[in-house]
Structure formats: C-alpha cells, structure tokens
C-alpha cells in the first residue's frame, strides 16, 4: 500500500508532495516545510526553489511544538508575515509547515482567530 509517512527524519523529497499540496490549497503562496531532523523544502511559483531549506520560525516551532506566527526578523522571508504549525505524535513536533503571506492578501490575525473558532467548534467546546 502507498502512503505517506512523516518521521523525525524525513527529507525535502518527502515532505514535497505535501507543502506542493498546501501550495496550491493557499492560491500559490510560498510553502516551507521540514522535519525535526533534517532540512525540507520551499515552494514558491508552483515549483520547489530549495531541497535544503530550513528558517528561523520552522525551527521555532519545532523547538516549542507550537504553532508560530509573525515576522521573522532573518532569512528568506524577513519581515514578511508567516504562519507556522508543528505535525505533532505524542507531544512533540515530528515536522512543521509555513505558510508564507507575500501576497498580503491574509490578515494572519484574522485567519488564526478563525481557525480558533472552527477548531472549538468541531471539537464541541464551547
């Protein structure tokens, strides 16, 4: 059987075919991905632009296993707003994936504030 599977360990040509997925879901927004232990990849333009990429609030979201949002004050993205969510197995942060906003076109406020919204409704928290 094919599937997918996300490890502490996986490479960019493993995690491509999710963040091209993610890519497209976001109308062609730049997409990064990586695992816990090794560099992922970015997409932009409908294409992967690196296989060993990594940046400053991937790895802080893989470091507090949490989703991240904001400006990163370094790299490819300096000051342009992302958003960052941590794939979790038991606690911890296997990989993360960012969505990247260089369209200006999502209020990432907005956008969370509704995720949260969604999130307590399908889980029936009130």
Do not use: W
């Amino acid at each position: 059987m094919d599937r997918i599977t996300i490890t502490f360990d996986s490479t960019a040509d493993d995690l491509t075919g999710i963040a091209m997925c993610v890519h497209q879901l976001f109308a062609g927004l730049p997409v990064t991905m990586r695992s816990r232990n090794r560099p992922g990849v970015q997409v932009e333009n409908g294409a992967v632009r690196s296989r060993a990429y990594t940046g400053p609030m991937l790895e802080q979201s893989l470091r507090e296993n949490r989703v991240v949002k904001g400006r990163p004050g370094s790299g490819a993205y300096k000051g342009i707003p992302v958003i960052i969510a941590p794939i979790m197995l038991d606690g911890t942060a296997v990989a993360a994936i960012g969505v990247v906003d260089t369209s200006g076109s999502l209020d990432i406020k907005a956008f969370m504030d509704q995720y949260a919204a969604i999130e307590k409704q399908v889980s029936g928290q009130k």
